[in-house]
């Protein structure tokens, strides 16, 4: 199985580049943050909870993704392979991601972590919020946070999938395809 890690702040293009791998290698994507989305758009007890969360920009209960990947991982047992969008953003996320795939004697591939400075960032997120209505899109003290919580307990996870040689940085800044093919050299 090919199980990749997109890595990267919010703003770094996870999204856009995991709709063109997804298409490439044929793999599940599976976004945290769109799982959320569905469950707060189905009006569910935990999209209401979650909302709470993310209208304020900080991470949501790490018991409340990695149930909803582990569902995930259990409903498609015949994938090629998984894309992870936003997701482990916490050392005990990637931990419990790492023991759901050796139950499923599997492992991630490789995490690649797309790069951009952060005034880059803020200014790609209010853009996008114009167009895609997502009030945590909107509001740059909510972008603050949210870069906050990553470089907190996220970008701690570079280090983590480095320590087991499946680490790779790929400049996130520039043409769309360009950033495309230097993920797929990376794959290999
Ligand atoms: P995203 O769409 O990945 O930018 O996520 C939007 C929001 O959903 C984040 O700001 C968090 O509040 C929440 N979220 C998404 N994925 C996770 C995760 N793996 N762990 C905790 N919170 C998450």
Known sequence: MLNIVLFGPPGAGKGTQSAMLVEK???????????????????????LEAKK???QGVLVPDEIVIGMIRSKLDQNPDAKGFIFDGFPRT??????????LTEK??????????????????KRLLHRGKDSG???DQD?????NRIREYNAKTAPLAN????????????????????????CEAIG
């Open 25 to 47: 290698y044929m793999l599940n994507h599976l976004s945290t943050g769109d799982l959320l989305r569905g469950e707060i758009a189905a009006g569910t007890a935990l999209g």
């Open 53 to 55: 969360l993310m209208d």
């Open 91 to 100: 050392v005990a996320q990637a931990e419990a991601l790492d023991n759901l």
């Open 105 to 122: 004697s599997t492992g991630i591939t490789c995490m690649l972590a797309l790069e951009v400075n952060e005034a880059e960032l803020v």
């Open 134 to 136: 997502r009030s945590d």
């Open 140 to 144: 740059e003290s909510i972008i603050a």
């Open 160 to 183: 983590y999938y480095a320590a087991q040689n499946k680490f790779k940085g790929i400049n996130g800044i520039g043409e769309i395809d360009a950033i495309f093919n230097s993920l």
